[in-house]
């Protein structure tokens, strides 16, 4: 990325570009100006969903030597706002075009319609089917179950908590996932839920504020291992978890390595996670080959589209806990475990 980017993310202007450059593959020219990229609730700087979308962007521009933008989204915004974000990304001919979050799907459905030429992605969504569009989507549920196993490995207190942002089905997954695998270590253990917002116009996955209140709340309870899937919500769970001396579990990117958290990141366990990135990179990687992905793209356990992160090494060191999140992907993976989506 330019030093362009950086300021104009900074100055808050809501968009940043690079130059853009052609380049020539071994299955022809790739014409597009690079890659068109609107992000989620909460934006670039979240630390955790839309940060990991745009290391993947960062990666496929660096490695194809092509052009990029990304766009933020602005508060209170409409399904039409949407809509003209990604009109103006298509028109400007940026290809791929990516929507960041399920948000974009109906959206992502309009707009392809009228740019058949251009290949559209979006994250967390499976209804914008269409010939031109790449569905990337997870099994979150699978790395939901290893933090739930995680937690109920490394609580001292058979107490534990789950913090989601919006109260939809998607966060559902994280939390049935954390439930079963936290039970199948411990079918007694209790565990906190809490959901911050019903809707995401309210908050629920950009407030820190609101994840602050709610880890404090369950820590009050007696909850001494909290796992948020909340965005940048999360930011606040995480803080509150390390004032508090217990243990936190990140989502989505490895958030034991983000920098804005480094203040906490001893007390960061591990993080559920989703490759975001990797899913941003691939389709790139696909329209710059002259290939472009379409259709539903899962990532799973078993293509490494979600996992879990062991970066602390605090976490390390536990190696019964270590062992037995090992164990349950091992069984996931083969198939000797389904993970509850509900």
Same mark, same amino acid.
């Given at each position: 990325? &330019?030093?362009?980017?950086?300021?104009? $993310?900074?100055?808050?202007?809501?968009?940043?570009?690079?130059?853009?450059?052609?380049?020539? &593959?071994?299955?022809?020219?790739?014409?597009?100006?690079? +890659?068109?990229?609107?992000?989620? +609730? @909460?934006?670039?700087?979240? /630390?955790?969903?839309?940060?990991?979308?745009?290391?993947?962007? /960062?990666?496929?521009?660096?490695e194809f030597k092509i052009g990029g933008r990304d766009v933020e989204p602005q508060d209170g915004e409409s399904n039409a706002d949407?809509?003209?974000?990604?009109? /103006?990304? $298509?028109? $400007?001919?940026?290809?791929?075009?990516?929507?960041?979050?399920?948000?974009?799907?109906?959206?992502?459905?309009?707009?392809?319609?009228k740019f058949p030429n251009t290949t559209f992605g979006v994250i967390d969504d499976e209804t914008a089917k269409a010939k031109n569009v790449a569905d990337m989507v997870f099994h979150e549920e699978q790395a939901s179950y290893l933090a739930g196993v995680a937690a109920a490995k490394a609580t001292k207190k058979n107490h534990i908590g789950f913090i989601g942002g919006v109260d939809i089905p998607l966060i559902h997954k994280f939390?049935?996932?954390?439930? /079963?695998?936290?039970?199948?270590?411990?079918p007694n253990i209790k565990i906190e839920s809490q959901y911050l917002t019903e809707t995401a116009q309210e908050g629920g996955f950009s407030s820190p504020d609101k994840g602050k209140d709610a880890a404090s709340g369950q820590i009050e309870a007696g909850a001494d291992v909290l796992y948020h899937a909340a965005g940048l919500s999360g930011q606040g769970v995480i803080s509150e978890a390390a004032g508090k001396k217990v243990w936190a579990i990140g989502?989505?990117?490895d958030q034991y390595t983000q920098s804005a958290l480094a203040a906490y990141k001893d007390y960061i366990l591990g993080s559920a996670l989703k490759n975001v990135g @990797?899913?941003?990179?691939?389709?790139?990687?696909?329209?710059?080959?002259?290939?472009?992905? &379409?259709?539903v793209v899962r990532g799973s356990l078993s293509n490494n589209g979600v996992g879990f992160a062991d970066s602390n090494p605090k976490y390390q060191a536990m190696k019964d806990v270590v062992a037995a999140v090992d164990k349950a992907k091992q069984d996931i993976v083969a198939g000797k475990i389904t993970v509850n989506t509900k």
């Open positions: 990325m &330019t030093v362009a980017v950086v300021a104009c $993310a900074a100055a808050g202007c809501g968009e940043s570009s690079s130059g853009s450059k052609s380049s020539d &593959t071994s299955s022809g020219s790739y014409s597009g100006k690079g +890659i068109g990229l609107a992000y989620d +609730i @909460g934006g670039k700087g979240d /630390q955790s969903f839309n940060d990991a979308a745009y290391a993947g962007f /960062q990666k496929a521009e660096k949407k809509v003209q974000r990604l009109t /103006q990304l $298509a028109q $400007a001919g940026y290809n791929p075009v990516i929507g960041v979050g399920f948000v974009y799907g109906p959206a992502v459905k309009e707009v392809a319609a939390e049935a996932g954390y439930v /079963q695998g936290a039970k199948s270590v411990n989502v989505d990117s @990797g899913a941003v990179y691939d389709l790139v990687k696909s329209v710059h080959q002259g290939k472009p992905l &379409t259709g």
